[in-house]
């Protein structure tokens, strides 16, 4: 099956990407499934499952106190700022996978601390072999050279936040049932891109979604004032 292990929804801060667009666009691609990493969120992860007409891995990017760890099969959403350890023990709580989305990228903001990255991999079940988003190439064969080190498995996907990005980079892998099922699968697995177009990213973001995210960060910024003024 050719699964994009990386996409991104409305849910997500900064995305604004809808479930039935992104339903459309998984299967006009051809794709059979997608892993959901919205930011600190799982609720849309939850909802497409529900009524998709093909596989959902129910994950979320949790950002960390020390960056970002995805979480890929989880049923409860795991709140951010914690510490990165006592995130992975929750993820590992759900029998969920620890799964570090582009694990050694430079100039990706909320990437993990890289000595971080080193101090819990040994609690790490994959990695982010190709993310279709980060800028050089080179990081991502550094962070699958990491993982052949590890031997862990690694993963291709396209950390889409527009439409015309979810496919950009799939993994293909036979079918399977359980988490760990999917991870055995994962070591025979194949990963699928498409060469790096680093302007692509930021062209998109500017031309459509700066006003929306500057707008929830404003919203998120106001909210916080209230909160604090609540609490004196
Ligand atoms: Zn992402």
Redesign the pocket.
């Known amino acids: 099956m050719r699964l994009d292990l990386?996409?991104?929804t409305c849910y997500?801060y900064d995305c604004t990407l809808s479930l039935e667009k992104l339903s459309a666009i998984v299967q006009r691609k051809g794709l059979d499934g997608v892993a959901i990493?919205d930011?600190d969120e799982i609720e849309g992860a939850l909802r497409l499952r529900e009524w998709a007409p093909f596989r959902v891995i129910v994950g979320e990017?949790i950002g960390t106190l020390q960056g970002?760890i995805?979480a890929l099969f989880i049923e409860e959403r795991i709140p951010p700022h914690l510490s990165a350890e006592e995130t992975v023990a929750r993820i590992h709580e759900q029998k969920g996978l620890v799964f570090i989305?582009?694990p050694l990228a430079r100039g990706v903001p909320g990437k993990i601390v890289t000595n971080k990255l080193y101090e819990i991999l040994d609690q790490v079940d994959l990695l982010e072999g190709y993310?279709a988003?980060i800028p050089f190439a080179v990081d991502d064969r550094r962070a699958r050279e990491l993982a052949a080190q590890y031997g862990l498995p690694v993963a291709a996907?396209s950390?889409g936040?527009f439409a015309c990005e979810i496919g950009r980079a799939w993994t293909e892998m036979d079918d399977f049932r359980t988490p760990q099922e999917f991870l055995t699968n994962l070591q025979r697995a194949r990963l699928h891109y498409t060469t790096k177009t680093p302007y692509l990213v930021p062209a998109l973001t500017v031309a459509s979604i700066m006003p929306l995210t500057a707008w929830r960060l404003m919203r998120r910024m106001i909210q916080r004032k209230q909160d604090t003024r609540r609490h004196r």
Do not use: M, Q, T
């Open positions: 990386h996409v991104h997500s990493l930011h990017e970002g995805g989305p582009h993310n988003r996907g950390d936040h």
